[in-house]
């Protein structure tokens, strides 16, 4: 390129008396790629990580894993792979410990064979994982022993059976730890389990098989060849590879991901508002020097290329600072979210996550900064004789329609990378585009109105900020697009992360049931009862439930329906193992919304169940459908009569399928009972009774859960603060750099006036004016997108219920109003405590 | 004498909202190559129109400008760029120095746009010809009117032009400095043998000149060669 070493010269000899009013410009863009980077870094090193740990995680090459034993003819079908087996049976069940007469509700786990092939199950002493079968011990969580102080040698009553602690189990194995809060893992060999009697029809006990396989057998390919994945499938086991574990993995935290993107990718998007809406302001500073240039003879294509390396050496520059900040961001997010992960994420830094930094950030930067810069290639050099207006900056110019082409491509394209989703990805977009459309809409509507309905009459301060909005060189365009696009997306943000909370915060009621007894035989009902109004506690619910399984609907069989046309998201309500009651009323939770409901039959009479709305939508079935259902061997017609919706926020229990009276009263079944302690004192009484007296009852303290829960609700929630703040952090900095770089706009004017005898109040009042206007007008219209914005979002996306707290956003619209006339009135200051002609000397050169 | 500037039937028309405003009409003159050209005329008589014209910096609506031989009518807005660098020297009433730059590198703008290899030795030589030797480094900012206008001048011959162009010189300065300037540019005007075109109100600096052209409503009312009382 011709004379490109000079054109780099003149760009740095121009820049350096501009870095000041470039600071912020890089500062957004910092911000934007820190953000972005740390986030990205973070995932690819979880998801590198699930790589690598998936093996010891899933403990074997391959699992299999069902409500029942596995049959005969499955045990024969998983024996074709060669090598050794384990089984693992699992229940949640409560214990008794005699050294304290406390009970605690546990998840029993015991193995026969070698599991887990791969890793190993980590207790004190190290070696008590290895020798606890062979004493016929249990091995105890850790923080159980710690909690009701018990010691290796104590024992612990499971069912009907108490049985010695040789270990203390410091890591509970293979499982997202999510639970174990509230139920602690105690492990005892097979023959114990037996023992203890708690295996009963009814129990909800999980039977897990595990393989290895030698090298270089591919798990995967078996289980999808000779149908075998099917075969398992249609008799309600799932089986587990490598493979599938790895996939599992990365779903189960690709929400998060998906999240994190977002804020990764809001701030990214507020940095370039930031990079447009500065660099703008910048060229139209710079305009008269490059008339100048232009005059001496400097190409169009020339000035150009002097503000782009200005431009683009400096985004560099700051989108490099962005990645180096970003990457050391990865000492700190990890100790964030350890706790909400399943194991510890390796610190390293992500190649990956540094390149899409440097790509996106240059990118994008360079495609935001040109929509004002290629407008320098038609600047005038009459404007060195002539001081015309910027009508040589108007966006007739084709290219510039270009680059706004390539800036949506270039986004959806980014947006892609980051969520893997094109609809999201063609969403946000659009979402961008119209409010962008709605804001520079707005801002043109404003103009004219102050045009039109100018106030002739009224106060030269008040005429003087309104002519402000209109006249050349006005602001209005440029700061309404940026300051509303920064409140919509802030806000969008603030009104999500409150929805999120305030969804979780509403299970957490004070008058919610917090006390849930199961597992109690139909014998058992009527002493549960009493030992319950013995401790002054209502009975709030007593359901009886009983298990059955579909057998045909619409008058085809299970088997036809998963041969035929049932799809993998359909198979769950086919093949789970339903869990039934009945009742002639409604709860309050649940709502009719299609059919009648039929609380009572007679014997004889067709049966009318009622289906809730979500497993009824799974078969396919509506009113007056045929369902045929297997009640431990006895086959039971029905007909669909009412669909449900049901609130599952509700601490009750909740029935996919509701029978009416006078059907399965003779059934085998078992109940559960609902109830409310005042303290945690009644509730150990209560408890130690309930499971001295039956064994094989389980008491279940809610008020643990949800603390439990709310425990790491509260750690999701402080990673989604530290995030968002992020984001908050960098829309601020723009709405500070579009703001204080406009006072470069005002200058001139300000000074002029000062000159003709301006005073000081006067020359804030002016600008107190158009700066509230647009601060007031800008927030509006960015608080309506967000709260339409956050609406989609919650209703499509999250599925949250959507509710407003207006208070808040009224905070918002006032510290925005505030904020911007403040820096309005901030960049006034020079002007009034200096003399015109040393402002204009320092400002303005 | 060999033609370095011709204008033949020259007018400008503007647009002012649905009006039409002659402010140049029928406009012919040439100009030799060493003349010194005074432009005079009211306010709004098309004095600074021409100019631009007649440096390619606006295009006319009808009309034709001959610049060193060739029309730049049909030039592109690089090709005019490239003309103005090769053969066109300016100076303006506000001076017109980029801010951000130093004097010295102000100066250096037309020769480096050139590809000009030792500029910077050049130009050191004409500032300090302009008596500005101990200001190099000084930003615009930094330096007086006359200082400034000193420093454009020194830009205006950086590039050994076939013709300069100049609007209101001295109209921004007091009489004493203006004063200065005037023979500041006649004096390298000169040395340098270039074409001088002055728009200007001052008609003391057009008695200077050898040849006036006096506009009125955008004619040439009056186009006249004249004894040279100080050159």
Redesign the interface.
Known sequence: M??FG?LL??AF??????WSKLFLFMSSIVLGITALVAINSFNYNLVKDIDEQSKSLLGADLRVEGQSPLPAELHQVLDSLEGPKATQLELFSMALIPKTEETQFVRIRAIEGNYPFYGEILTQPKDAHREYKNKGAALVDDGLMFEHELEIGDSIKLGDFTVPISGRLMATFGTVSLGSGFAPSIYVPKDVLDKTNLVQPGSLVEYAYFKKVPEGVDTEEWEESYNRQKQFRDLNFRVTSLEDNRRQLNRGFSSLNSFLNLVALVSLILGCIGVASSVLIYVKSKI??I????????????AFLIYFLQISILGFLAVLLGVILGSLMQIVLPAILKDILPYEVQLSISWKAIAQGLIMGSVMTSLFALIPLVGIRLI???R???TSFDEDLKPKDPLKWGIYLLLLISMLLFLFSLTSSWITAAIFTVGLILSFALLYGVANLVMWMAKRFFPRKRSFVLRQGISNLFRPNNQTKTLMISIGLGTAILSTLFIIQGLILNNVGSMDAGSQPNTVLYGIKSDQVDDVLKITESHDMPVLQQVPIVTMRLAEWKGKTKKQWIADTLGRGQRWAANREARVSYRDTLNFDEKLIRGNFVGEVEQGDSIFISLDEGYADALNVDIGDEMVWNVQGAMLKTYVSSIREIDFRSMRTRFFILFPKGVLENAPQFHVVVSKSPNAQILGDYRREVVKKHPNVSVIDLGSILTTLNDILSKISYVIKFMAGFSILTGLIVLLSSLLLSKFQRIRESVLLRTLGAVRSQIYKINAVEYAILGGLSAFIGLFISIIGSYCIAKFELELAYNIQWLPLLGIFLFIIALTVFIGLWNSRDVVSKSPLEVL??E?? | MDKILEVKDLSKIYKSGSRDLEVLRNINFTVHQGDIVSIVGPSGSGK?TL??LC?G??APSSGEVILHNQSIGGLS??DK??????Y?G?V?QNF???????AI?NVM??L????VKNAQSQCESLLDRVGLGDRMTH???QLSGGEQQRVSIA?AFSNNPKILFA?EPTGNLDDETGMKIEHLLFELNKEQGTTLVVVTHDLELANKTNRTIRLKGGQIILDQVQNVVNS
């Open positions: 011709e004379n000079y010269k003149t000899r121009d820049s350096r008396k501009n008269a020097s008339a100048v240039f232009r005059c001496l003879g400097m190409k169009g294509s020339q005038s050099p009459l060195t004789l002539r000397r320092r303005v050169a | 600074t100019l631009g440096a910096l606006d807005e690089n760029a490239q003309l103005r660098n090769k066109v300016f303006f017109q120095l980029i801010p951000t730059l130093t590198e703008i037309p480096e746009l050139l590809g930003y615009p900012s830009r609007d």
